[in-house]
């Protein structure tokens, strides 16, 4: 990730050949929950346009779906890239295609978790919220806090409840599957 | 009236959050809502947690969902990205039919069952449909009309527009309808509707603080006295993110303080600053409360 004002060039350091190419990328990606869309893509740029992330950085969401479609399956999932959305949702909302490219990123990362890529700091979040039922747990300071605005104690979450359906969705086996690599994003 | 609220994880436990919670309880108070906190409340599961597993997410966001629906109520909440989560099982049901059947099977191993029969609703957007502006108006004690705010309708709470449902987010103005109707000017300038970088933070740091810097000086060019967030990522990018973006890009004056939506109309309707935290923020409130009570004191009091 480079910020905007040190892009010099868009040129690939090498271009693309035949061997980086897995043309049946895109219909794998296409027939998840929430990438239907992926297909009807222009490339029209309105993604890039808008996005937040894309303001500050040499990130494109045009790029991603060029790639997706191009069919660059292994450098799109191993990518630092992929973990770049803000999942704002501007591109979905401009979108003249309703490619739902934010939707796109999240089926991306699915595949990529499952690989072995997945952004740390997401993973840190998930085994917070299996440890606790929260993201953020409750410390004894604000707990002090809460009392004197009179809030009501907060209710421990049902973490047993939780942790059950962590399991029997495979959520167990998706986290071995991310920490498989020890990738770093 | 009586909803089932779910608070999520951030505005009961973050210091500068906790007045979200006290704000809204007390405005729904004030306005004859009643609630009941969705029992053990657990993580809905938001965009972070769909990027590692979509499928597992779902039902994660179901088991508050299926709380509600044993009450027979629908959900309330003011955090966006809660909002965000349930919004999207109910879409997700009735789009994908097949999904409907596996997150109950997997619900199914709590002993727990989501029908899909609960309607999820952002605090903000409730005050104005259900309760009304008139309503509202009709329950304020102190003209606000002393100040000139920025308020950021976020993004988890409008877009995407099909999925969310309540109003097309590129011009939003329902949240500033609201708060014109009790006094309050919103301003529109550069950048309002602009993502804060919010979701990037503990995963791209560099980028959330690239994103906040740019959204705090639109802020600051505005001349603002005050920002008003509807979101828990915007409040803690704004406020708590706003020392640190000082200090890494060396900017001397930069003091705004950033109010929750409910924390302006209580202080309408005659709440303290402290009743509803606003001493706990990181940037200080004084300046923005103290100019509503002097307003208030030239002969604002309504009642």
Known sequence: MERAEDIKSYKPDQPIQDSDVQSGFKYEVAEHVGAEGLMRCLKCGACSGGCPVAAVTDYRPRKVLGDVLLGLKDQVLSSDTLWLCAACFTCEERCIQEVNFTDVVTVLRNMAVREGFAAEGYMEMAKRVIQFGRVSPLTRQVERMRENLNLPPLQEPAIEELRAIMESAGFPEIMEAATRRSKTV | ?303
């Open chain 2, 1 to 303: 009236m009586k909803m089932a609220m779910a608070w999520g994880c951030l505005v009961p436990t973050r210091r500068s959050l906790i007045g979200y919670e006290a704000a809204t309880r007390k405005v729904l108070n004030h306005l004859g809502v009643e609630t009941v906190d969705i029992p053990n409340e657990t993580c809905c599961a938001p965009f972070w947690m769909q990027s590692l597993d979509f499928t597992t997410s779902l039902a994660m966001a179901a088991r508050n969902l299926a709380k509600a629906e044993e009450m027979g109520l629908d959900l309330l909440t003011p955090c966006s990205g809660c909002f965000h989560s349930y919004m999207r099982v109910n879409h997700t049901y009735e789009n994908h039919p097949e999904m409907r059947e596996k997150v109950n099977d997997i619900l199914a191993k709590a002993d727990l069952r989501y029908d899909g029969n609960v309607e999820s609703r952002h605090v903000v957007d409730f005050l104005y449909k259900d309760i009304g502006v008139n309503a509202i108006k009709e329950s304020m004690k102190i003209d606000l009309g002393e100040i000139e705010i920025g308020l950021r309708y976020g993004c988890h709470m409008l877009k995407p527009s099909d999925l969310l449902n309540i109003e097309y987010s590129e011009r939003p103005r329902f949240g500033d309808e609201l708060l014109e109707a009790v006094g309050v000017r919103c301003k529109e300038y550069t950048g309002r509707y602009r993502c804060c970088g919010g979701l990037l933070r503990g995963t791209q740091d560099d980028v959330a603080d690239y994103i906040l810097h740019d959204r705090l000086m639109d802020a600051k060019n505005a001349n603002l006295d005050g920002l008003v967030t509807v979101c828990s990522l915007c409040h803690i990018q704004h406020d708590m993110g706003q020392k640190s973006i000082k200090r890494k890009f060396g900017i001397e004056d930069l003091e705004i303080p950033v109010l929750h939506f409910p924390q302006l109309l209580a202080l309408g309707f005659g709440y303290s600053a402290e009743e509803i935290g606003l001493n706990l923020h990181t940037v200080k409130t004084d300046g923005i409360v103290a100019k509503i009570i002097a307003g208030a004191s030239k002969g604002g009091v309504k009642k």
